[in-house]
């Protein structure tokens, strides 16, 4: 890369950053607490997020950011559960950024909402690398996409604080050895917390509630 666009990045970066801290200095205002959930396509976070509000949904007043490269199908499902739902088409990009977020944002009155979830688009690699400005990354391995995904990309589990380990209900039938990922992924990172669920059965769903509602209620003080 040439002098000039070496700086064009980091400048380009710097401004990201910069966005991401006044996201978050805004979360932090209106006392949200904003999940940013990450997985490959096809793991499950839109159902995770429909068990998720129908647990919650009476409890907390809940928004939703929907990212996909393209479609609104994610939004009109969550939108089906009479939650507010903003979709952000990326238009090609594979990962959200701070300024999608910030002019999502402009659309969602944040003083009338308890928690806010982000779903990033499906992508097991660059949504890692984006600083949203949430309190905390959560993400998703799907027992059908291996036991070997926290050694190929682990920078995804290194930044979450949450590994739901979902579609434990098809474990007889596939080759997904739970206690390796669990090793590998302590290793990774020493302070994420491993939680096995279904979004099919709802086996396991109680617990991720449970650590939501201590998330939510740290950010009220
Ligand atoms: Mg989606
Ligand atoms: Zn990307």
């Not at 977020?101 to 890692?128: H, M, R």
């Not at 050694?151 to 995804?156: D, Q, R, S, V």
């Amino acid at each position: 890369m040439s002098e000039i666009s070496v700086t064009v990045v980091r400048n380009i970066l710097e401004a990201q950053d910069r966005i991401a801290k006044s996201n978050r200095k805004l979360f932090e205002d209106h006392k949200v607490f904003v999940l940013n959930l990450m997985s490959s396509p096809g793991a499950g976070k839109t159902s995770l997020l429909e068990r998720t509000i129908e647990a919650m949904k009476s409890s907390y007043r809940i928004a939703v950011i929907e990212g996909d490269i393209q479609s609104q199908e994610d939004a009109l499902r969550i939108k089906r559960l009479g939650v507010e739902t903003i979709q952000i088409n990326t238009g090609g990009a594979c990962h959200l950024d701070a300024n999608m977020i910030q002019s999502a944002l402009e659309k969602i009155p944040l003083n009338a909402y308890d928690f806010l979830i982000i779903e990033n688009v499906g992508n097991l690699v660059c949504p890692a690398e984006f600083d949203l400005g949430e309190h905390e990354k959560a993400m998703i391995l799907s027992v059908t996409e291996g036991d070997d995904k926290p050694l190929k990309y682990p920078l995804m589990f290194q930044k979450s604080s949450v590994l739901l380990i979902n579609k434990i209900d098809l474990i007889p039938y596939v080759t997904f050895n739970t206690e390796r990922v669990k090793k590998t992924v302590s290793e990774l990172n020493p302070r994420i917390q491993v939680l096995e669920i279904s979004c099919k059965t709802g086996e396991g769903i109680d617990k991720w509630v449970e650590w939501l509602r201590n998330r939510i209620s740290l950010c009220k003080h």
